[in-house]
């Protein structure tokens, strides 16, 4: 048995500094008259807080589960409850063909920029694409992290890092109501990458990198990949639990496994190909099946222009309008393969012999 390392958490925060972090919400002065109530709601968060109440509302597990008896987050079980529904929709010959198309740029015209992005375009021409196709499409836009009020995506706590049993599908680490980690968009966006049958992003390039929104909604992901989906089967986060099941032996489902995908990375000096590899590394990891060499598209939009005339610029490239509408008919293509049972995945049935 692994032997469990501790002495990295610096330990919970003391009662002035959760004062202060808590009140940094409230410095408007449009709150001032409510001061009074600000303090006593503080008192309450304080207890939830120095009580650990991560998950304050919960019920039985039920049938189906390792321990029909354990407590479970309510939370959890609703997203779980999505996810299968979702799941039943995927599999449903008789539901229309559905795509997943992913607007992964950070800006749109109510963040500080003031004007739409240049992923958003593209995004909206594939997706135009897809409907004369007759795809159904579910239309995310990552952008909402930036410009709508309390819309959150939380980091990844690399559960799985401990032990891959650990790291539970869908996420169990959020809602954390204790430290105030509630509201976490992955609930929302986990059923929408189950229920699609192909999966599209449209991206930018940050600093040679994915945006940082694209990069949460990965890191989140990994629970799809070996994930647990019965956390009573660890208790809850109970790590030297979990290191026992996966030395026992552990399967590493991956749940998104058969699914089509595509992409769009575009970039203005360097890096489009490098972060066209490493999402396609990824999903290629996952199982997921690339639409061919047509729906993997990197290209320079105003290459070492000014920044000043870039939509200027895209909008004279007709050629790329052109080359984003091919990689949704070429995703549209490879989904009716999928569902038609004709789309050649090699190597499918073979033994995976480094699992993980």
């Known amino acids: 048995m692994s032997h469990i390392r501790k002495g990295q958490y610096p330990g919970k925060l003391s009662r002035e500094a959760f004062r202060s972090h808590f009140e940094k919400s409230f410095v408007d002065p449009l709150f001032a008259p409510e001061r009074g109530a600000i303090t006593r709601l503080e008192e309450i968060a304080w207890a939830a807080y120095s009580q650990g109440r991560k998950a ?58 003031g004007e ?18 007759s795809v159904t499409v579910d239309f995310l836009d990552l952008s909402h992290l930036s410009s709508e009020f309390g819309r959150k995506i939380h980091s990844c706590k690399a559960c799985v890092s401990t032990a891959m049993p650990l790291c539970h599908w869908p996420c169990s680490c959020y809602p954390n109501h204790s430290l105030g ?3 976490d968009w992955m609930n929302e966006i986990y059923p929408k990458w189950i229920a699609a049958h192909g999966i599209l992003i449209v991206t930018p ?20 990949d070996g994930g647990n989906p019965d956390p009573t089967s660890t208790l809850g986060k109970d790590a030297a639990k979990a290191k ?11 749940h998104l496994a058969g699914r089509t995908y595509g992409l769009v990375v575009h970039g ?62 070429s995703i549209a293509e490879a989904i009716g393969d999928l569902r038609q049972g004709r789309l050649s995945q090699p190597g499918k049935k073979l033994k995976v012999l480094r699992p993980k």
């Open 244 to 254: 026992q099941i996966e030395l026992a032996g552990w399967p590493y489902p991956k």
């Open 181 to 183: 980690q509630a509201d």
């Open 268 to 329: 203005d000096v360097a890096a489009a190909e490098t972060v066209r590899h490493a999402l396609a590394d990824w999903l290629d990891w996952m199982g997921l099946v690339p639409a061919g060499s047509v729906a993997l598209l990197d290209r320079y939009i105003g290459y070492y222009e000014p920044y000043a005339t870039s939509h200027d610029t895209l909008d004279r490239d007709a050629a790329i309008f052109g080359e984003v509408a091919n990689v949704a008919r």
């Open 205 to 224: 390039v940050y600093w040679y990198q994915a945006p940082s929104g694209l990069k949460l909604m990965i890191d989140r992901l990994v629970c799809a």
């Open 56 to 113: 304050p509302i919960t019920r039985k597990a039920g049938a189906g589960f390792a321990d029909p008896s354990y407590e479970l987050s309510v939370d959890w079980l609703s997203a779980r409850d999505a996810i299968i529904a979702a799941a039943e929709r995927h599999k449903d010959a008789a539901q229309p063909s559905r795509v997943l198309v992913i607007c992964a740029a950070a800006r749109n015209d109510g963040t500080c920029p």
């Open 116 to 133: 739409i992005s240049k992923t958003f375009r593209l995004s909206k021409h594939a997706t135009a694409t897809f409907e004369k196709a």
